[in-house]
């Protein structure tokens, strides 16, 4: 089943640097979804990027998505500590099955 | 307001027992989703009921059965619990995509269930 591969697991950075994430997935997808998820909460949806889309800006978040490589990346520009969190990649599979992968564990240093 | 609200927060049981966990959503939405996160942080996508009808039954043991009474509510009620059921319950719901897959899911934030 479709499934996100995210790289790296884990990620730690200097306050101020920017941090880039990345999802791999298998098969064709209708869109794919960037959330974040703090120390025992629920997910936050951050970003969704259609198919046929290439870049997507949301403040200091650009997520790409290459449907070529079935490659999606998440940049976060200027991070802050409260951007320390866990950043997973979904995709659709069927009309109506969003479907996780594994998560970037991001820790950011101040 | 809360969006999507599950309770409890908190569950500590014993193996065998019977527990239900509730989840409703002032959204407005058609579709809500069980999810579980394990101790590896996976997600696992459980439920999913569109207007109150199942649309999607993963490979769940038949001890898990959801409910959905009405289209804000969506509760999970799990017979005779193991200990591989410790996880993290979440609920979320969605507008839905048409045509382009699932839209955005909102979650709630969580039910932690440990079994002893």
């Known amino acids: 089943s479709q499934q996100g591969e995210e790289d790296p697991q884990a990620l730690s950075i200097q306050e101020g640097e920017n941090a880039t994430m990345n999802c791999s997935y298998k098969?064709?997808?209708?869109?794919l979804q960037w959330y974040r998820q703090n120390s025992g909460r629920g997910l936050v949806h951050l970003i969704l990027?259609?198919?046929?889309?290439r870049e997507k800006h949301s403040g200091r978040l650009r997520v790409t998505l290459d449907t070529s490589k079935k490659n999606s990346s998440l940049l976060i520009t200027a991070s802050r500590a409260a951007d320390t969190a866990s950043y997973f990649c979904?995709?659709?599979?069927?009309?109506?099955?969003?479907?996780f992968g594994q998560g970037t564990r991001l820790t950011i240093n101040p | 307001d809360t969006a999507v609200s599950q309770t409890p927060k908190y569950l500590v049981t014993q193996m065998g027992n019977d527990k239900s966990i509730k989840c409703e959503q002032n959204?407005?939405?058609?579709?809500m989703y069980w999810y579980k996160q394990d101790s590896k942080k996976f997600l696992k996508i459980m439920f999913s009921?569109?207007?109150?009808?199942?649309?999607i039954n993963e490979t769940v043991p038949n001890r898990f059965s959801p409910k959905s009474p009405d289209k804000a509510h969506l509760n999970l009620h799990i017979n005779s619990l193991e200990l591989g059921d410790s996880a993290v319950y979440f609920c979320?719901?969605?507008?839905?995509?048409?045509?382009?897959?699932?839209?955005?899911?909102?979650f709630g934030e969580g039910s932690r269930l440990t079994v002893l």
């Open positions: 979320a719901s969605s507008q839905g995509f048409r045509g382009s897959g699932t839209g955005e899911l909102f």
């Open positions: 098969t064709s997808i209708n869109n």
């Open positions: 990027i259609r198919s046929n889309e």
């Open positions: 979904a995709m659709t599979q069927g009309a109506q099955k969003l479907v």
């Open positions: 959204l407005g939405h058609d579709t």
């Open positions: 009921y569109n207007n109150k009808e199942l649309i």
